[in-house]
């Protein structure tokens, strides 16, 4: 649908110049030097001729065939170019011209004309406030930008033109292959979402990697990108991940979660695999690109050297990877294969007199043993042999297998040619081996993702939707959450003391007693909860105390009451939260409860709906699934009962929308069987 | 002293060849090629000259002037020779060749005699199994690597001959410029230390680094390290940092603290700065021997792209960095000096139009606004004018200021000149923002460090040494302690439950009981702890319960009775240990104290004796210690009494070196001006 950017049957550049200079220049020439084998029109009233293109005085006079314009003319003319396209049946137009949403008012309404003009032609546009397309196959370049990079199979959308403009030139230093680049600019039309899903239908894109500031409408972006990465690795680099300062929230949850973690947890959820850095974003990319992926952690590290095999093992380790033990039989075939000084233990040292030949034997060798998942060659430059050789063999050994292999042939000034090699088998390399880790390990997280997609997901059980719809209209989140199955101690409500006092009795001692006001947020602040009463004499005194509090610190407090609950045995903390992210929707916030969340921020994240299994992948993460296994000396809690409630407060966060805010904290949770009672609620509609 | 290693009078090789192919060719090739101005001996009894020059049958011909001798016959050999080099008055010799202790037992002893016979002579020998030394402004090169950097202020020193190799590739590709360059081989005798010792008197090298993968003497190095960090900066990429495996240990401390901790622990101590990575080692490099150092964290961006400079802040956050406010002069100055839709607010965005002399002014007024402690400097490619002029304006505004600039010209295919340029003038580059913020951070680390060797120690005062001698003897560690002024609560042992609850009654009700045993080392474990007995009949039960609970997990467990203690109120439990090193000796662990310590791992490690200073700075690291500060509804405890113990156990440490494990866990803290008291100690000696 969007192929027309990429492959146009022919191409109008309005507002070309002759002017070398100008962006209206830098198009046409970019248009032929870069071969693009269809008609190029440059359209310009006061020229004749353009880089030997004859020129037309209105895009309305372009002779057919042309499906796609690009318009370079100042702001205030793009409307009525876009408008002429639309007459002259052009469907396709690239609006590079800055001065639209990015500039103020004026520009924004400017932008608001644009997108009704295209609607109304039916146009699908690209920009304003871009830099334009690049496919390297057809080929077509229809930005100003100098230089093109080499074909290849990675795909770049990217929501900042400068970070495009970059991109091209270092590809292009580097010796990186690219299938197809695009910048987005202003997306009044066409989005990163629609840009990614086309990407999947290119056939020369292996990989899609994008560069983006935010996205316009979060669920959508989710599903088309895990449609996307179901096919074809999808890599982002997130620009703009800093929080810039605190907001005014009511619960842990909301001051826990900020929208860094949204983007995290919904990029985890659909399968992006999210880069630190451009650099990573790349190498990520080319062995994606390249290589099949890991079905496990365990590397073996093939090497000429100790020193840089190391340092790979450190950054492996690091990244939770792990050295592959290696059977006997492959030690016993090494043996006689490589110098007696060498070393047929992971790491596997061939030492520095040892020839391509060697590599090749000890590489097939180490591919074809079971406990390899994947390998990785190094070579510290040597005098011994050319690397271009060693770059050979690499590659034609790693093509007879079904394991990523990964290279390092060391160095930069010699190694050249042996990196033209390696590009062309599809073989990635690194000028030094740490980097190799951080790749290893994005290819093994899209494995496991992959294969987390073919778990399958139970519906939940015992849901009282009407009771639950009642409770949200008188905001009482204890009804809501029991409406949803989640349990709570028994507990009953007083205004008085000697009310209290009766509801304790029918309860039984000992009880706890909690404040309840909608002024009081964090109530074990303010002396708001007290523990263990165990008799009336307690329970009076106790009420007394918890009001004289209340109005000493605020006299104006709403009191509705104290709450009288059963004092429920020792176990597990565990804090459940939900919070409505704006981009994403649901974000549910899973860890270690208390009055110290923020300051221990031993919690994980996730976008609701949660299966049993993603609940339980949640937990597995914070320190208090852990502990909720059972630790030393302190006994395993319900895990069941937990993930249950998780699950059930996530599903409340995908019914009902219009929570905000909602936090079970601390979630109690007894020995296994005995199941997870929230002792505290919080939320926000 | 080992200044002829760099800048010889003249220079024999042993070993030198006619057939390229041989490393004894090379050494002779890399002499004369690089231009090393005096004379160049080839020895070699079978040829009359070598690339032209005469050569000599013995070491023992060779005329004057010769200091110098690099030896590249097989192993069998090399004694010998140095012997020769040793009569003919040669007092430095580089071994190349290997098969020596890397090779095993022969090797070994071969080893041994090769620095017998080197110390009969005085010779002070590189190697062997090295690469030999590099001074690119001598210039002298005694390595058979092919190439050599450009003349340059880093110092270069490495464990690895392989890194060594890598690293003289890789810098000749990426233009980087390196003063010394040195490998050191088996270090029989000159080792990292010395060489880091010596490159502090080379004039041209302004920033030292280091390959290193573990040190002979930690105490030694820590010692030098520290005398060469407060002249030049002195960055150390360490390999083998993994630890292998899990050791049998006796406290939380031992299990907690591995060897990689305490090199981090030392460097830090030291004013090493500690790079992950080679890349991050060059970058900082670079950074360090051109740049100024900052004075605070507060950073100016300075940019012509949206995209970059959101990629730098997200860095610059995510390493404590902040962006500088800006003062309303500043704002005020730029405003109609850039383009009126461009940001005078930091990032300071001055558009894709905006050429080099905007970014002058820009950059002028950003480093002399008072708020900003570091500039960094974007220029996404553009077409509007050459990157080199924005080079040039950038080193020659940077060169007027005392504080760091930092440039990332980006992109590569176009922007080389640039690059030369700006290492010219000193500004280092990156081809994208965000390696920037480690750069930065690690400068502002440096600083710190340096500011912090200002502080005054104060000694301490209460320490009985003689009591403490008796107590070690005896293994008592909380006789030791008490003999350092740690304190403990009260307490007695008790054989029999008769005698336990005479004791309890003599403290006073309620008390804790402990059993002593050297067989159980985690108490709480097996029951061996009962908490909070109000009365006598608690006491007699607890006795035999804990008794037989001993008996019945192990029956011949040695038992030397149970401790009777008075019960403690609430307050903070902090962990403090104690580990031998076998590097670094001494090392301080401080934390959350408990059962859970290895599950929350909330520490941070130094080495001891620490001051004050020094343990205040380490408990702020740590959860715990915010907490010990007051936290929300949880009160404060008494820091000064936590560091004071910190301090006294780091000072037990240093005194002792027999001691292998000492631990108080849990250091019981009490409210501001009540103490901490030790609850529970353990030690191995």
Wanted: with cysteine.
């Amino acid at each position: 649908m969007l192929e027309a950017f990429f492959k146009p049957k022919g191409v109008a550049i309005i507002g070309a110049s002759r002017d070398p200079h100008k962006l209206g220049y830098g198009v046409v020439r970019n248009l032929t030097e870069f071969r693009y084998k269809g008609p190029v029109y440059p359209v310009n009233a006061s020229a004749s001729e353009i880089l030997g293109l004859t020129c037309y005085p209105s895009v309305s006079q372009v002779p057919d065939p042309v499906d796609l314009a690009i318009i370079v003319v100042p702001a205030p003319n793009v409307v009525e170019m876009v408008d002429l396209c639309g007459k002259r049946g052009i469907k396709y137009v690239i609006v590079t011209s800055g001065g639209f949403g990015e500039t103020g008012e004026e520009g924004k309404a400017r932008e608001r004309l644009l997108k009704l003009t295209a609607d109304k032609h039916s146009i699908r546009l690209i920009g304003p406030n871009c830099i334009g397309s690049i496919d390297t196959h057809t080929p077509l370049n229809t930005t100003f930008v100098m230089g093109m990079p080499i074909p290849g199979d990675i795909g770049f959308t990217s929501q900042s033109g400068a970070m495009v403009a970059a991109v091209i030139d270092w590809a292009r230093g580097a010796g990186i292959g690219f299938s197809r680049i695009v910048s987005l600019g202003n997306q009044v039309d066409v989005t990163e979402r629609e840009m990614i899903a086309s990407m999947v239908n290119d056939p020369h894109t292996k990989v899609i990697t994008a560069y983006v500031e935010g996205v316009s409408n979060g669920r959508e972006f989710m599903a088309i990108a895990e449609e996307a990465a179901r096919k074809k690795p999808l890599i982002v680099l997130k620009g703009g991940t800093g929080e810039g300062g605190a907001k005014a929230v009511a619960s842990h949850t909301g001051s826990l979660a900020g929208s860094a973690d949204a983007y995290r947890a919904a990029f985890h959820r659909s399968g992006i695999l999210t880069a630190t850095t451009m650099e990573e974003l790349f190498d990520w990319a080319r062995a994606l690109a390249w290589q099949p992926l890991p079905k496990g952690n365990r590397i073996a590290v093939l090497t000429n050297a100790g020193g840089p095999a190391i340092l790979a093992v450190d950054a492996l380790e690091a990244s939770g990877l792990k050295l592959a033990p290696l059977t006997e039989a492959t030690r016993a075939h090494l043996k006689p294969r490589i110098p007696a000084a060498g070393s047929v233990n992971n790491p596997v040292d061939v030492l520095a007199g040892s020839g391509p030949a060697t590599y090749a034997l000890a590489l097939d060798t180490l591919l074809s043993d079971p406990t390899v998942d994947a390998a990785i060659v190094i070579q510290a430059p040597q005098d011994w042999f050319l690397p271009e050789s060693l770059a050979e063999v690499i590659g034609e050994v790693a093509a007879n297998h079904k394991k990523p292999v990964l290279a390092a042939i060391m160095g930069m000034a010699s190694v050249q040619k042996a990196l033209e090699i390696l590009h062309r088998k599809k073989v990635p390399n690194f000028a030094f081996p740490e980097r190799m880790a951080s790749t290893l390990k994005a290819m093994l997280n899209r494995y496991h993702w992959l294969e987390s997609q073919r778990e399958s997901h139970i519906s939940l059980s015992g849901i009282d939707h009407l009771e639950a719809q009642s409770a949200i209209y008188h905001q009482d989140f204890v009804r809501l959450m029991e409406a949803y199955g989640i349990r709570f101690p028994a507990f009953e409500l007083a205004q008085t003391a000697k009310m209290a006092a009766a509801k304790a009795s029918q309860i039984g001692y000992p009880v706890v007693m909690k404040l309840i006001s909608p002024d009081f947020t964090h109530k074990s602040d303010v002396g708001g909860v007290l523990l263990n009463l165990k008799t009336q004499d307690d329970v009076l005194q106790g009420f007394d105390a918890i009001m004289n509090m209340a109005k000493m610190i605020r006299s104006d407090a709403r009191i509705e009451g104290v709450l009288i609950q059963k004092m429920m045995p020792k176990g597990h903390e565990i804090l459940v939260g939900l919070k409505q992210d704006a981009q994403f929707g649901p974000l549910i916030v899973v860890g270690t409860g208390g009055v110290e969340v923020e300051l221990v921020r031993d919690v994980a994240m996730g976008i609701a709906p949660l299966s049993h299994q993603q609940a339980t992948e949640l937990l597995g993460r914070t320190i208090a699934g852990k502990r909720l296994n059972g630790w030393r000396s302190i006994p395993p809690g319900d895990w069941n009962a937990v993930t249950d409630a998780v699950v059930r407060l996530s599903q409340i966060g995908a019914d009902f929308p219009e929570i905000k805010e909602l936090e079970i904290n601390p979630l109690l949770v007894l020995d296994p069987g005995n199941g997870a009672f929230a002792l505290d609620v919080r939320g926000v509609i």
